[in-house]
């Protein structure tokens, strides 16, 4: 079974650009959350989306946006980039059921770089 | 609202010698606690939970943790550690019908030759 594949894994940008990120989540599972993670802030959550529907969102402005579409697959775009942005990007996967117990499953990431 | 705490930055261990990582939560109900591991440049990885049940959760790679209420502790712990066990060690904390995870700062584990 393939897991969460994140693309790019890599990328620079400079400021006041836009990026758009994407996720593909495990073959069944219908939910996808997006981390950021940050030397400074740690492992931050951004949003949640189950079923092409926004679930829960995080304490983040609104450059930072996300979608989902019918196949459960997910982006995620950050709009005028500042420098604090750069950071990996994360995306985990789950079945997300109601009532569920069960682990979030992580992809590798999107190294972000602002310049 | 949930959280939880790691309150060591680094732990540093000879290999061979018991392994403990730190984790205490905070949360109204009752908490789904995880431990992730991530490596250099790399996602994370899940090592195991406790939703239920068994106060001493074993899970992947030889480690285990230990659930304790009256503490609000959640130890991660491995008998005896390896060098391969370096890395960044993450504690977090969900509610029952919610996906969201609150993570710990987390914790570097430095296994020394």
């Known amino acids: 079974k393939a897991g969460v594949t994140q693309t790019p894994r890599y990328l620079i940008k400079t400021r006041g650009q836009q990026v758009t990120l994407s996720c593909s989540p495990i073959?069944?599972?219908?939910?996808v959350s997006w981390y950021q993670q940050t030397p400074g802030q740690g492992l931050q959550f951004l949003f949640e989306?189950?079923?092409?529907?926004?679930?829960n969102k995080g304490n983040f402005p609104g450059r930072f946006s996300g979608r989902q579409f019918s196949n459960s697959r997910s982006e995620m775009n950050v709009s005028t980039l500042e420098l604090g942005d750069s950071a990996l990007y994360l995306c985990?996967?789950?079945?997300?059921?109601?009532?569920?117990?069960?682990?979030?499953?992580f992809g590798e990431g999107s190294r972000l770089t602002v310049l | 609202a949930q959280s939880v705490a790691q309150p060591e930055d680094q732990v540093n261990v000879a290999e061979g010698n018991p392994l403990t990582v730190k984790c205490t939560y905070s949360?109204?109900?009752?908490?789904?606690l995880f431990w992730y591991v991530q490596y250099p440049n790399r996602g994370l990885q899940f090592l195991l939970k406790?939703?239920?049940?068994?106060?001493l959760v074993k899970g992947s790679y030889g480690f285990e943790a230990e659930f304790n209420k009256s503490q609000t502790s959640f130890h991660l712990k491995k008998p005896s550690a390896l060098v391969s066990d370096s890395a960044l060690y993450f504690c977090?904390?969900?509610?029952?019908?919610?996906?969201?995870?609150?993570f710990g700062k987390g914790n570097q584990v430095v296994v020394i030759p």
């Open positions: 949360v109204s109900g009752n908490p789904y």
């Open positions: 977090a904390v969900r509610l029952y019908g919610n996906n969201r995870l609150a």
């Open positions: 073959s069944g599972h219908r939910s």
């Open positions: 985990a996967s789950s079945s997300g059921q109601g009532g569920f117990t069960g682990e979030l499953f």
């Open positions: 406790y939703i239920t049940g068994d106060n």
């Open positions: 989306y189950f079923s092409e529907t926004q679930r």
